[in-house]
């Protein structure tokens, strides 16, 4: 089993959909969590950092369940701008272990 | 004002030769890392550095060699070039110890073998 699991996707919604990505994780002793963005031939680029109580900013929401080990980015009112591979990010309990899931991939159409 | 460089941007070269890469963050963090991202788009860590100190090596082949001559450059030594690593290749660098906070990555480094 892989230590961070993502469905790859392809995502391909209409503008103004909202819609939900899930990443499960292996090692219960996982300590940070983030969403990362790459967009076409860039580098990965933060998002948002997960917690616990679940956090939003604007359009996004993620969300960390610790019992079932995953987490969650909802994009509501998708944009064409949000088109990009998103990319869950789990720190571990040992030090310098950070893993990045295969990267599910939205296309948003007009 | 980039917060983490990378030279070259784009790097072609013949199988068996031997070539680097080299990165620099100004931000300032302790910790650096090398990625490579394959042709399937999946990125793995290969390297991290904490305070010039090595400390994730990702089974990665002896032919990559490190080095941190001080903790705002991490490069990349690459002996016997093989087809299998074309690639693009990332550094990284985070606050504080490896691994705990967010990564802020380089443009990458997009390597070709031939």
């Known amino acids: 089993r892989k230590e961070v699991e993502q469905d790859p996707g392809p995502f391909n919604v209409p503008e103004g959909a909202t819609v939900a990505f899930n990443c499960t994780y292996s090692?219960?002793?996982?300590?940070?969590f983030f969403w990362y963005r790459q967009d076409c031939r860039k580098e990965p680029k933060l998002l948002m950092s997960?917690?616990?109580s679940g956090n939003e900013d604007g359009r996004f929401t993620a969300q960390l369940n610790r019992a079932s080990q995953y987490i969650s980015l909802l994009i509501r009112d998708s944009k064409l701008s949000d088109s990009a591979t998103y990319l869950c990010v789990v720190n571990g309990a040992n030090a310098g272990k950070s893993t990045f899931g295969d990267g599910t991939t939205l296309t948003v159409k007009p | 004002d980039t917060a983490v460089s990378q030279t070259p941007k784009y790097l072609v070269t013949q199988m068996g030769n031997d070539k680097s890469i080299k990165c620099e963050q100004n931000?300032?963090?302790?910790?650096m890392y090398w990625y490579k991202q394959d042709s399937k788009k999946f990125l793995k860590i290969m390297f991290s550095y904490n305070n010039k100190e090595l400390i994730i090596n990702e089974t990665v082949p002896n032919r990559f060699s490190p080095k941190s001559p001080d903790k705002a450059h991490l490069n990349l030594h690459i002996n016997s070039l093989e087809l299998g690593d074309s690639a693009v290749y990332f550094c990284?660098?985070?606050?504080?110890?490896?691994?705990?906070?967010?990564?802020?990555f380089g443009p990458g480094t997009r390597l070709t073998v031939l």
């Open positions: 997960v917690y616990s």
């Open positions: 990284a660098s985070s606050e504080g110890l490896a691994g705990r906070g967010t990564q802020y």
């Open positions: 931000l300032g963090h302790d910790t």
């Open positions: 090692n219960s002793a996982s300590q940070s």
